[in-house]
């Protein structure tokens, strides 16, 4: 399969061949990151089903056909595949925990946004004071914490940390745009989509994976934050074109292709079109920056680089296999 491919046209019959919506996807996605795999792969994923399980996040048969369909580890593997077992393993922990998180409050906070106050307010206490979990969710959050802070530097912990509260309070800005009676314009919605996109706690880890820390210099470079930015959009963007068939049927509202779908009034493969040239823009932009600041970072922050953008490589690659979003290569690419 080429890795690399054309910029998205205006609608699907400028896709010769594309029968399926990820074909049509395949045909006009631009990905110049190749495909990689941990070969950790497989006791990552034994280690994910061991830690859901000892926390009790997959006790309901509904959370366990979940995990099953969504292959937290295998997601881990492809956006993480250089990190040795240890760090992968937290990473995929870190994934599977973040779907069931994002599940459970989906289900709360879809009608009520109240509803999720204490389910986030106990998240917030855990990672920002330190206060003990009082329910099964925070136990497993108080765990990742901890493997965490005795993984990374005190500096990259409190990074994750900060990155994974922005997240928590993100979901209460879904949940408060899917209770609207008018879905959200473009612009607030890839606004939201940027806070839930559970992206950004990872860069610390890609920090961890580096044989030194990083310094100042290079962490807080424009250029290098504007990278972290384009990775965490992109790689989340991309599992929208995927996953925007299953959620057009839930009605769900916060994904990029559904957004575009409302603006220009387009069908679903026209709407999809439109997002993959916003995500092609950004994927570009991204290797052109990360061209353009090579030379002024040391082996660590080039490591850290290319950590962001495994996700956008990872995510790619499990979106187009994940039994999640099997919707999407038996859905028409017609207009």
Known sequence: MSTTHEEAAVGPRNAPGADSLGDLIDAHLHMPFPFACNRHVSAATAGVDRWLSTWGLTDEPEQAA???RT??????????????????QIVADQIAYQFVYDDRAEESGRHEPGRLLPMLSESVGILRDGLPPSTRLGAALTDLHRRVRERCTPAQAARWAWHSREYVHGLLYEAVAQAQPAPPPTGLCTSIRSLIAGVEPFHPLCEAAQDTELDARELHHPVVRRLGRLSADAAVWIPDLYSAVKEQRTGGMINLALACRRAHRCSLP?????A????????REFEHLRDEVRPELSPAGLGYVDGMAGWIRGCYHWSRTVP????????????
């Open 66 to 68: 979940m995990i099953a």
């Open 270 to 274: 026209g709407a999809v079109l439109l």
């Open 276 to 283: 993959i040239r916003r995500i092609n823009d950004t994927i």
């Open 324 to 335: 999640r979003y099997a919707d999407t290569a038996a859905a028409s690419a017609a207009p």
């Open 71 to 88: 292959r937290p580890a295998e997601l881990a593997a492809f956006t993480s595949p250089t990190v040795d077992a240890g760090l992968l």
